[in-house]
Each structure stands twice: as C-alpha cells, then as structure tokens.
C-alpha cells in the first residue's frame, strides 16, 4: 500500500510563558482533526514536545497534498482561538501568515513528510525538538546514517553495506530550496563539512542506495528567513523509517546519548545540550534546555499503532542527568563567548538596533 507519513507542528500557544500548550488547546486541535479529518486521513496523533503542537497524520494522499496541510492548518487556527480566549502566551506564534495558501511551507509551521509502499512491518520514530533548529539533527543523522562506531548495520547488514544519499539543504538561501546530494561512505568528509556548520547546512533527507527508498525527512523551515525577524526558534520535526534496509531503531536513538551542543535556549540565542525527554514533556531551566522528543510506532494499511516512547527508559534518567550538567555548566558562562549564539544568528533581534547605536559612537584615534 502506498502511504504517506505527515508531521505538521507549531507553537500556537503556552501556559506561563514557552512551558507547554494548555489541555484545551490540545483538545481543540485534537477535535478538530477528528472532525474534519473523517474520510481524508487514516489515522492521527496529537502531541506536544515543550510549547509545540505536532499533528502526525497518515494517509494516501502524497507529499505536499493541499487537502493534508489545510487540515493541519485551520486545526491549529482552532487551538490558537482557545489559546487566545484564554490569554496564553504567544498565541497563534507560528502562524505567520493570515491565510492559507495552499501548503503550509513557508506559512511558519514546520513539516516532514515520507512518501512510500508500506513494507510487511513499517516501523518508523518520530522525532519532535524544542528550543532549537533544523540543525540539531546534524550530528545524529550522521552518526546513524554514516558512523559504523554507531550504526553497526553498516558493517553486519548487507542491506546497508552501499550507504545512503544524504540531501543537504542550504537554509540561508532564501531565493528557493538550494540543495546538493552527497553519498556516503565516499563523500562523508564532504558530508561533514557541510553539516558542521547547523545553521547554514541541513539535512532534508536521506535515501538509501540498497533500493532507493526514503529512509529520514526533516522539516528545514527558518522561521527568521519567513517572518523577516526573529519570532522564536525553529523547532523542528523529523521522521526516520527503521530496520531491514535502514538502520535499526536502537542505532538511530543511539548519537542521542551525546547530548551535543546545538542553538536554542532562551530567545533562541544561546548554545546548549539536547537533551532527549519523555513525550508531552514541557520545558523550564533558562526556556530549556533544548529538547527532544522520540515516539516509535508502526503503520500498517495506513493505520498507526499506540507510540511507544522512545526515550521513556531508565537509561535515558542517566543521560538526562549528564545533559543536566552540561547545561548547567555552559549558562554559567552567560553572554561570553560560545554560550550565546554568533552575531549572524541574532540578526533579527532586538541587539540588531543596539549594535547600530553603538557604531555611531565609535571614533577612530589618531
């Protein structure tokens, strides 16, 4: 059966600042979706990760259909009316437009989509980030996808011993969707020079080269490049097919244990560790840390099975204590340095007009 996997997300509202969405509003997305979607879709899930609200959605539809995306978005207008009669924070965030248009790219919620011929067993995660960007999937992706010291199926499995095709987007192009297409292993040092950099390079997807399939998408939308301005960071989602052909789910999980150093915090512009959080976790120490979310499940004949959480182990206590450190450990550092986030990357902050103001003072000794 050919089905398509959609995750639709946006902050749309947040109890106590970017804590978490109120059970009201979740329950109007949700109804909504239930209302509307009857005979579109074939199965759903609403959840949040932190202030964001995730619509996973499975149907036969395509990628990029109008009818899929303006579900997504007249549900999250439903929760942005409940957040605003309640007063909640933010309301309506990412919706940056004032009507739809026909697809939400480029409208301020973020979305990945995988289209494919469902195997005998489909198993897929799906993964949703808060308090940071496209970027932070960077190193994961390409420790699963690249790394045998974390994935290995590159060197046991024969499905996976070809490699994969990574499709790297260059976010700060505005002028269209510039991308390049490299395969690894021969272009990993490539690969790498390019995903280093998390603000400017970001990994669409992957495909693997065993049978061409899609294995990993990955929402890429900049909020600042939309909006013209900073509106709140990018909290992206991603979806990654797992096993046979692909890696197994244990391999993709595994670079999370890191803990790397990506973009996010407070007013998305400070550096700090990912930490990986059981779902409908909601956020706190200094808007953070960032956060990131996983949810297994299975889809069969379009239908989804309950998520099993990923991240809900005993094991990840460990990390989530080490990730705790770290972060502690670099805010300590405030305003210097690697702690906040490259003059570049605030741009469309309020420091834009302080740095202009400053300029003007400076003189040139003789």
């Avoid at 790498?192 to 998408?217: K, P």
């Avoid at 120490?285 to 989804?304: I, N, R």
Wanted: proline share 5%; aromatic share 10%.
């Amino acid at each position: 059966m050919r089905i398509t996997l959609s995750i639709i997300k946006a902050d749309i509202g947040s109890v106590g600042g970017h804590i978490k969405p109120s059970e009201d509003l979740l329950k109007a997305v949700k109804d909504f979706v239930v209302e509307k979607g009857k005979g579109l879709i074939k199965s759903f899930y609403v959840s949040h990760t932190g202030d964001d609200v995730a619509i996973l959605m499975s149907h036969t539809h395509g990628v990029g259909a109008e009818e899929i995306h303006r579900l997504a978005w007249d549900a999250f207008v439903a929760g942005t009316a409940v957040a605003k009669r309640q007063g909640l924070y933010g309301a309506g965030q990412d919706l940056l437009k004032d009507a739809f248009s026909g697809n939400v790219r480029g409208m301020g919620p973020a979305v990945a989509e995988l289209e494919f011929d469902e195997r005998p067993n489909e198993p897929f995660l799906f993964f949703a980030a808060d308090k940071t960007d496209p970027g932070a999937y960077n190193l994961p992706l390409y420790l699963a996808f690249c790394d045998p010291m974390y994935n290995a199926g590159l060197m046991l499995s024969p499905s996976m011993a070809e490699g994969f095709e990574f499709t790297i987007m260059d976010v700060s192009y505005t002028e269209g969707d510039r991308v390049i297409k490299l395969r690894a292993p021969e272009d990993i040092y490539d690969i790498a020079a390019l995903l280093r950099d998390n603000q400017r390079f970001v990994v669409e997807s992957i495909h693997s080269r065993n049978n061409g399939e899609i294995a990993a998408s990955v929402s890429t939308t900049r909020l600042h490049n939309i909006a013209g301005k900073y509106t709140g960071k990018d909290d992206p989602v991603m979806l990654v097919r797992v096993q046979g052909a692909f890696p197994a789910t244990g391999e993709v999980l595994s670079p999370f244990s890191i803990g790397h150093y990506v973009a996010g915090f407070m007013r998305g512009s400070h550096t700090g560790p990912l930490m990986p959080v059981v779902k409908n976790s909601s956020i706190s120490f200094f808007d953070g840390p960032p956060v990131v979310a996983c949810l297994a499940f299975c889809v069969h004949e379009g239908e989804l099975t309950e998520p099993a959480d990923a991240f809900d182990h005993p094991y990840w206590d460990s990390i989530r204590n080490k990730v705790s450190d770290k972060a502690t450990a670099i805010r300590e550092q405030g305003f210097s340095g690697a702690a906040m986030l490259p003059y570049s990357e605030l741009e469309y902050g309020g420091i834009v007009e302080k740095m202009k103001t400053l300029d003007r003072k400076f003189t040139v000794r003789e």
